[in-house]
T-cell receptor, first 114, second 119 residues
């Protein structure tokens, strides 16, 4: 498989559930990102990992917990979410170490919190 | 803080015609990059074109070109000979240039413009 993949593509969960989103990139990149895309709002950067180290946490609530076990995989662990957390969650990756790096996006996980 | 504004929530264009999408941004930085990303319905977001702020020449990629006005902080996208496959959300994005020894800036997106190409 090529590019950036995300599973699951759709997820419905209750506010008391615990679930995880998975992202995998097959591009040899060292930087990975989580974004939240809500209707009529700009994409919101949530987390950035460079060489498995978290370099950015954009004031994200603790009910979202990222994990980056290696440069190819990125997880977003979810627990006790709120209905306003319903959105499309996008993962992206890019090379590290140089400027104007193009970010390659996955197809996203459409999350609905009931 | 940097901001990106796309003032056209929706636009439409006839197939084979030309359309221009607007984008303005606000920054105190002198070195940065600007991007246009395309997100087709139910498909992945892909890069359309990018511009380096220190380059005066406008970037072009086949039917896509930009009009970069640095003083006005304007970065519009022109799509020539529009095709049905151009129907998508288009996002303008800004990235600060990394300082020497530092990490690059993160992408800051506008709200997007929904473009519909009509047959």
């Amino acid at each position: 498989e090529t590019g950036v993949t995300q599973t699951p593509r759709h997820l419905v969960m209750g506010m008391t559930n615990k679930k995880s989103l998975k992202c995998e990139q097959h591009l040899g990149h060292n930087a990975m990102y989580w974004y939240k895309q809500s209707a009529k709002k700009p994409l919101e950067l949530m987390f950035v990992y460079n060489f498995k180290e978290q370099t950015e946490n954009n004031s994200v609530p603790s009910r979202f917990s990222p994990e980056c076990p290696n440069s190819s995989h990125l997880f977003l662990h979810l627990h006790t979410l709120q209905p306003e957390d319903s959105a499309l969650y996008l993962c992206a990756s890019s090379p590290s170490g140089s400027n104007h790096n193009e970010q390659f996006f996955g197809p996203g996980t459409r999350l609905t919190v009931l | 803080a940097q901001t990106v504004t796309q003032s056209q929530p929706e636009m439409s264009v006839q197939e084979a015609e030309t359309v221009t999408l607007s984008c303005t941004y606000d920054t105190s930085e002198n070195n940065y990059y600007l991007f246009w990303y395309k997100q087709p319905p139910s498909r992945q977001m892909i890069l359309v074109i990018r511009q380096e702020a220190y380059k005066q020449q406008n970037a072009t990629e086949n039917r896509f070109s930009v009009n970069f006005q640095k003083a006005a902080k304007s970065f519009s996208l022109k799509i020539s000979d529009s095709q049905l496959g151009d129907t998508a959300m288009y996002f303008c994005a800004f990235m600060k240039h990394a300082n020497y020894g530092g990490s690059q800036g993160n992408l800051i997106f506008g709200k997007g413009t929904k473009l519909s190409v009509k047959p």
